[in-house]
């Protein structure tokens, strides 16, 4: 078996497994946890997560923070900011606890991170919307 087919054995137990599914668990779970500590606000199910508003700007990174299943914001919780939380969470679903690594080695530019670009940028609020577009979550601003 070549490097390349190792490689690609390890990046499908990893990712995509029965490991990955436990990370995610676990995330969630600390994200719940979190949410339910310090949110002042509405808890509510949106869009396939739970979203905790009301929390303090300390609490959460930029707009808001994406943890497993758990959406930890302020107040940025419109339809079109879930949709793109939406994309973080299948991201966790796939990765795991791998997923905030990758996510670090990216790079903290949103404009080159490929997680921000793959859950849309525009969607993100990291890109002006053209007047007359309409964001679309999961779709990059660039090649739209």
């Given at each position: 078996m070549?490097?390349?087919?190792r490689?690609?054995?390890?990046?499908?137990?990893?990712?995509?497994?029965p490991?990955?599914?436990?990370?995610?668990?676990?995330?969630t779970?600390?994200?719940?946890?979190?949410?339910?500590?310090?949110?002042r606000?509405?808890i509510?199910?949106?869009?396939?997560?739970?979203?905790?508003?009301?929390?303090?700007?300390?609490?959460?990174?930029?707009g808001?923070?994406?943890?497993?299943?758990?959406?930890?914001?302020?107040?940025?919780?419109?339809?079109?900011?879930?949709?793109h939380?939406?994309?973080?969470k299948?991201?966790?679903?796939?990765?795991?606890?791998?997923?905030?690594?990758?996510?670090?080695?990216?790079?903290r530019?949103?404009?080159?991170?490929?997680?921000?670009?793959?859950?849309?940028l525009?969607?993100?609020?990291?890109?002006?919307?053209?007047?007359?577009?309409?964001?679309?979550?999961?779709?990059?601003?660039?090649?739209?």
């Amino acid at each position: 078996m070549s490097a390349r087919e190792r490689g690609a054995v390890l990046r499908i137990r990893l990712t995509d497994s029965p490991v990955s599914r436990v990370g995610y668990w676990y995330a969630t779970l600390v994200g719940f946890a979190w949410g339910f500590l310090w949110s002042r606000g509405r808890i509510e199910l949106r869009r396939g997560l739970v979203v905790f508003t009301g929390m303090p700007k300390w609490t959460f990174g930029r707009g808001g923070s994406c943890v497993g299943a758990c959406y930890l914001t302020d107040r940025n919780d419109g339809d079109v900011v879930l949709g793109h939380e939406a994309v973080h969470k299948a991201q966790w679903q796939k990765y795991g606890m791998l997923f905030p690594l990758l996510y670090w080695l990216s790079g903290r530019n949103p404009l080159k991170n490929r997680f921000e670009i793959e859950a849309g940028l525009e969607a993100g609020g990291y890109v002006r919307r053209r007047p007359g577009r309409v964001a679309h979550p999961g779709r990059d601003a660039a090649s739209a």
